[in-house]
């Protein structure tokens, strides 16, 4: 069984970083690909980012493209989510989720959430 654990989140001021990171662990084999996902309270959940597994191409979000960087280290079992020049619309409570699917939909398998507060 595959396990999610999202890490990172913190309270920054606006323009400022952080990185997130979802630590994978258990049977990667049915899975091709790593999203990133955030949700605010009112608002439909969006997808940040995804990575695939196997040869790392990567999507992005049109409202995060250019300032977040996804990536992944398979020798340590991590996916991880750069953000740079943050704004108040990026707080939300982030995940990260696991897909079967190569081209990063149908996501099945969620870790809980690690919190991000961009302050003005």
């Known amino acids: 069984q595959l396990q999610l654990v999202a890490s990172g989140g913190a309270l920054v001021h606006l323009g400022g970083s952080l990185r997130l990171s979802c630590a994978v662990s258990?049977?990667?084999?049915?899975?091709?690909?790593i999203g990133w996902f955030r949700r605010v309270p009112g608002k439909e959940r969006e997808g940040v980012s995804c990575?695939?597994?196997?040869?790392?191409?990567?999507y992005y979000a049109n409202s995060v493209k250019g300032r977040f960087t996804i990536s992944r280290d398979s020798a340590k079992g991590t996916v991880s989510l750069q953000m740079d020049n943050l704004t108040p619309s990026d707080t939300a409570s982030y995940h990260c989720?696991?897909?079967?699917?190569?081209?990063?939909?149908?996501?099945?398998?969620w870790g809980q959430g690690t919190q991000v507060i961009v302050s003005s």
């Open positions: 989720a696991a897909s079967i699917d190569y081209k990063c939909s149908g996501f099945d398998t």
């Open positions: 258990g049977d990667t084999s049915e899975y091709a690909a």
């Open positions: 990575i695939t597994i196997s040869d790392g191409v990567t």
